[in-house]
């Protein structure tokens, strides 16, 4: 059985190169501005010259960082070249707003929809979170990550490190005490951690103090998650997607040799790019550009990495679910197949993240099992060519009874469980819509979706007082 195994590029090896030379070149005349002078006094004993908080990277010290991420790059088995032969899906976003699942409506965020998510995610095989969709806005703004790492644990059966990003380093000894409590001992929470920091770059070329700061918090705990950006076409970087793409890797070439210096590694190829639209001025997740940016920034990370690890795919900038969400969603997640991606996420979310919709989530998972089908391909066997079945069947039969349809029909055909392929008339005593019967879905799950947490009464009490006092002492309430 030939699967979907071909691997869309949109940059050639020649094209590649041209954009990690002029990376290059990028990083040793530009440098970084870096928001912290024990940083600062780090990268000048690393050999890099400083001059009013911009680091300076000599070409020797990049090219020795090349040549550490080139040898890193001969240790990736082959296996991990190529892509799997099936899908996950994964809930994601920071979401501010809501799309309510009774009035369609936004709103501002709550507790409830983020309790809600986690059950109803968990009555659904196969489906993950991979972050917390609902930012609650009824809580207290400082404490906003405390709550949220809180609320997912008891409420969804699986808590990991991106179960919330720390959004203050206030927070961040209230999230050590909830962490520890769920796995038990801080060496535990070290191991598996519930939480995680990205320390985002202000692209172009700046790492910004409170970024630092939370940063070596989070190394002191042993939880730091090395340095990523996310470059905007036509704001923080040039409007040409390539002129992006070289923004983008000159910043990870920075990024990594100040990773390097702080915790002796390397760090990874990654970034979100995205384009800015022209006529509204935000960020454009779902527009096609976007889309190639993401294609081509998988290429350059196997380029460094010897792995396609880049997320592709599922992202919109739609604000309700429907028409536009699932064409944005659909070309986004068919692409990332067609390109070796086998993981998706941002299911559920909408408008760049901005908006989280747990009927959207409904319509994404069956775009996704629609992709799964794809995925599959055509089975080619004794059984499936029935060269016998045909024969006995003779001339205008009718293959609807036969037994070897009955035995094949749920191996072969995927059965929707939104969309509608009824007849006209069918439909016309019942007009229906995709987007209804994802709504009565999600209504359902919501109702009835039981909670899986799996901490104990005497934990959920523990951490509602860890949530408290942060309240208290974090938010100032």
């Known amino acids: 059985m030939a699967r979907l195994n071909s691997k869309i590029e949109v940059l050639s090896p020649e094209e590649i190169e041209a954009i990690h030379e002029a990376a290059v ?24 010259p400083v ?16 040549e550490d991420v080139w040898r890193s790059k001969e ?32 709103r501002p965020s709550t507790s409830k929809d983020l309790a809600d998510l986690g059950r109803v995610v968990d009555a659904i095989p196969g489906l993950r979170r991979s972050h917390p969709t609902f930012v609650p806005q009824d809580v207290p703004e400082l404490t906003k990550d405390v709550h949220i790492l809180a609320i997912t644990a008891m409420s969804y059966s699986e808590v990991h490190g991106g179960t919330t990003s720390v959004y203050s ?32 770059l202000a692209s172009p070329f700046r790492l910004a103090r409170d970024v630092v700061s939370i940063s070596l918090e989070m190394m ?21 997607l390539a002129g992006t793409l070289v923004v983008q890797t000159a910043e990870n070439i920075a990024a990594g040799i100040i990773n390097k210096a702080m915790t002796g590694n390397i760090g990874g190829y990654g970034g979100g790019p995205l384009i800015l639209d022209m006529r509204s001025g935000s960020p454009a997740e779902g527009a096609p550009e976007s889309l190639l940016l993401r294609l081509a920034t998988s290429q350059i990370c196997e380029f460094y990495t010897g792995s396609r690890t880049t997320a592709i795919g599922g992202h919109v900038s739609a604000q309700f679910p429907g028409l536009q969400a699932g064409i944005e969603r659909s070309i986004g997640i068919l692409f990332g197949l067609l390109a070796g991606q086998r993981a998706f996420g941002a299911f559920g979310s909408l408008a760049c993240g901005d908006v989280g919709s747990i009927v959207q989530l409904m319509i994404d998972l069956e775009i996704g099992e629609c992709m799964r089908r794809l995925l599959r391909g055509i089975t080619v066997t004794d059984e499936t060519i029935a060269e016998e079945v045909i024969i006995r069947a003779g ?9 070897h349809t009955i035995r094949n029909i749920r191996k072969e055909i995927w059965f929707p469980e939104l969309m509608d392929r009824r ?17 009565e879905k999600a209504i359902k799950l919501v109702k009835t979706a039981p909670n899986r947490s799996k901490l104990d009464e005497t934990q959920i009490g523990e951490i509602k007082k860890v949530v408290e006092r942060a309240d208290r002492e974090a938010a100032g309430d």
């Open 169 to 200: 380093s206030r927070s961040l000894p209230f999230l050590m005490e909830i962490g520890t409590i769920i796995r038990g001992s801080k060496e535990a929470l070290r191991k598996k951690p519930c939480f995680q920091f990205g320390a985002y």
């Open 395 to 403: 001339i205008g039969a009718n293959f609807l009874g036969n037994p």
């Open 220 to 240: 002191k705990l042993g939880l730091f998650g090395g340095i990523a950006n996310m470059v905007v076409a036509g704001a923080s970087a040039p409007i040409t």
């Open 25 to 48: 070149n990028v990083v040793c005349k530009v440098g970084m501005m870096v928001g912290d002078e024990g940083i600062l006094q780090l990268m000048k004993s690393y050999g890099c």
């Open 75 to 106: 240790n990736v088995s082959t296996g991990e070249r190529f892509p799997g032969e099936d899908l996950q899906f994964f809930a994601s976003g920071q979401a501010a707003y809501a799309c309510d699942i009774e009035t369609g409506q936004l």
């Open 51 to 66: 001059e009013d908080n911009i680091v300076k990277f000599p070409r020797d010290i990049v090219d020795s960082y090349l």
């Open 423 to 439: 007849t006209v008339a069918s439909f016309m005593r019942d007009p229906k819509t995709m987007l209804e019967n994802a709504r």
